[in-house]
DNA sequence: TAAATAGTGTCTGTGAGACAGTATTGG
DNA sequence: CCAATACTGTCTCACAGACACTATTTA
């Protein structure tokens, strides 16, 4: 925030009214995505496969250019992106990092803010279907491909962040679609933290946090063994911070 | 990162070649720093007195536009602009988040970086004295001020990014200068926290981490009542995270 | 000696991990 | 009945909070 002009006797009003942006030298602002979900029991993220320069035909987090026309801040820019991709309206939306350099994009010194998003990936809704140039990669693929730009990176940040708060928030809350038991609740915790949990210990945090709403049980389920409760989250259950970190497995 | 141009059959090469940033209208973008220290047993921030337009005059958080020509990194440019401001080369410095809008810079849509900054205030150096425009402001003083553009909010934001780390890391050790004792870290982390901590807990607490080695004593050290014992942090140890947050105080 | 500060012993409380046990469904 | 899944009882362990106690210094 410091100036670039000398200090003379003008108001600012002068000031400003003499000030043209194209003057300096800006870099270039993105704002990325890493869209995660759950299906068939998997992490997933959202990947596209750029359709032009450069790195065109490269998979490539979601994202794109600050449009200063339009977005009334970083927040909104990444909102609209990830409606775009995906049709979710209210998701749960992080910032996780920022970063620039000279390096990063061949166009010139850029900056891209990244966000994490968590969705409910649910069959039914056919909107993620639809989307042409975007498709979900089991996490295991993804970790696997060359992405364009510093991609691999962010995405490994955004997942870092995600596996970390999972430890310690209930976030994972949002990527499930409610009624659910407390057994999927927790191989959803289990696969966003990748590791695996102890179940008695898991429904006493959550039980005695009360993140939960018991919903009447659902004659449609069927499966095998007894059936289990459904619950729902209540409002901003996700949000819930629990002051000891989970999966720190006992050791010998 | 996508894509401005229409998708023509040309080279990637011919496309770059073509790309002129000045086409574009991009946001300003710039890097700012809540650059904390204790003295005198308080938290203080270094605060600048804008002496060029806009908000000329007021007080705001030390910070500047990217140089594109110069920075590799919105990190570095972050230590230079901290290098410049206090003299310290190898500060403690964590992003904490990036904001954009139309309306939080009247020169236009403009983004800023915020990073946090711990450094240990020594007496002895004369540099931070040195620097004419910047000033050291107690937090109590500084949470007053009336901030130029946003910057009371990212102050607040970098202020609660410290607070809540306290509670889980050794980050405090980054404003003491060695050698301390165990009373002078217990009471900075009891100001960065701003809770009182159990004097017991605390140092069994940095015992089992095995954070602090042992030092000699200084005969220098006056003081009433019985001396302390020294230490000084083994390396990394401001980065050791804690499974368990502190100063929960016990509810009746 | 007293005052002041440093440092310890030890009890309690919370909540996670381990793991065996019981409950309820379908085939 | 058995297999499968859901759910509970209860022990142990780690570690924070509370607080009284001892230790070592100067005045």
Redesign the pocket.
Known sequence: MTDRTPDTQQSEADYLAQYNIHDYDLPLTSVDLAIFTLLHGELQVLLVERDSFPARGQWALPGGFVDIQQDLSLEATAIRKLQEKTGVATPYVEQVLTTGSPERDPRGWSITVLYMALIAHAPTQSHVQGIRDARWIPWAEAQQLPLAFDHSALLMAARERLQSKTAYTALPLHVLNAPF????LQRAFETLLDAP?????????ME?AGLLEAVDADPQR????????LFKPKTAAGDFV???I?????EG
Not at 222 to 229: C, E, F, N, T
Not at 246 to 250: A, E, P, S
């Open positions: 038991t407390l057994s999927e949990l102890e179940k008695k210990s898991f429904r006493r945090r005695e069927s499966g095998k063994g007894r059936p289990a409760a629990f002051s000891r989970l999966g720190q497995t006992r």
